[in-house]
């Protein structure tokens, strides 16, 4: 198992050799080493823990292993992008954009009211949200709220380009977030 960290850049379009035109994420891979190397026998579960250095400050992520997963990192050394090429099928996973508060319209696609028969203000209204004798609101009703902010797992992702010259991907297809924004890519 392969895994790198990436901050998300930019939407692109990349010209294949055939003259397709390929719509591309550039994320820029960040530096990072492997702190440790978990095993079933001392802490019961398999993972490798990297960290990496933003600003001053170093952070670490954890990355499970499964049983079947074997993987070359060592304890000590750099985590890039050696074990990636073009072709390459990835699982990307970040957080999505925060929309902030919205209404049930653009947070649940609801279709709103009627433009006509006396409805003046209520075409993007949720309607009604109880029923019959029940006097409160049931669980899971679909309201407004805030929207945004999850994290985003997208799985059968194809790396175009690798440049390790300047520790860049071009990854087909968009990926969750925005500029900035850090990325977990896994090859299994």
């Known amino acids: 198992m392969k895994f790198i960290l990436g901050t998300k850049e930019e939407m692109s379009e990349?010209?294949?050799e055939d003259g397709r035109v390929i719509p591309v994420t550039m994320v820029n891979v960040v530096p990072a080493k492997v702190a440790k190397i978990k095993s079933k026998e001392s802490d019961g579960y398999t993972s490798v823990q990297i960290e990496w250095l933003v600003g001053k400050r170093t952070k670490q992520k954890e990355f499970r292993l499964k049983p079947t997963d074997k993987t070359e990192a060592q304890a000590g050394g750099l985590v890039g992008l050696d074990g990636f090429a073009p072709g390459d099928k990835i699982?990307?996973?970040s957080i999505s954009k925060?929309?902030?508060f919205q209404g049930v319209?653009?947070?649940h696609g609801f279709r709103g009211g009627p433009r006509t028969h006396g409805q003046k203000h209520s075409e993007r209204e949720p309607g009604?949200?109880?029923g019959g004798l029940r006097t409160h609101v049931p669980r899971g009703m679909r309201m407004a709220g805030r929207m945004g902010g999850d994290r985003i797992t997208q799985k059968n992702l194809e790396v175009v380009l690798v440049d390790k010259e300047n520790n860049l991907m071009l990854i087909k297809?968009?990926?969750?977030?925005r500029r900035g924004t850090l990325v977990e890519?896994?090859?299994r």
């Open 14 to 16: 990349y010209f294949a």
């Open 91 to 93: 699982v990307v996973s």
């Open 98 to 100: 925060g929309k902030g």
């Open 105 to 107: 319209v653009k947070r």
């Open 128 to 130: 009604s949200i109880g």
């Open 173 to 177: 297809g968009a990926v969750a977030g």
């Open 185 to 187: 890519i896994i090859k």
